[in-house]
């Protein structure tokens, strides 16, 4: 497991506005586009990025975590809807 990291306050206020641009101009690409091919791009330009700004393994490893970590918080926050109704066997 990794270690929770400290980041500084204004460092995540940085993070916050900067993510909030990023979501801009994400929607204005992805808004007309197939949501599976959508996403499917989405994850491969993070691991791209990953891979591109990292110099250590350990790096990818850790920033991999923290991505999978805000990801599975964010699943746990939104309700989402099942457009198939259940079959019953």
Do not use: G, H, W
């Not at 990794?2 to 206020?13: F, G, N, V």
């Not at 993070?15 to 996403?39: G, S």
């Amino acid at each position: 497991m990794t270690e929770k990291s400290q980041i500084p306050q204004d460092d995540l206020m940085d993070v916050m506005e900067m993510t909030q641009k990023i979501e801009k101009y994400i929607m204005r690409v992805l808004r007309d586009q197939d949501p599976q091919l959508a996403f499917s791009a989405l994850i491969s330009a993070t691991i791209n990025c990953l891979f591109a700004q990292c110099k250590t393994f350990e790096e990818v490893v850790f920033y991999r975590s923290l991505f999978m970590e805000i990801l599975d918080r964010s699943i746990r926050q939104i309700k989402i809807k099942n457009s198939e109704k259940p079959t019953s066997s």
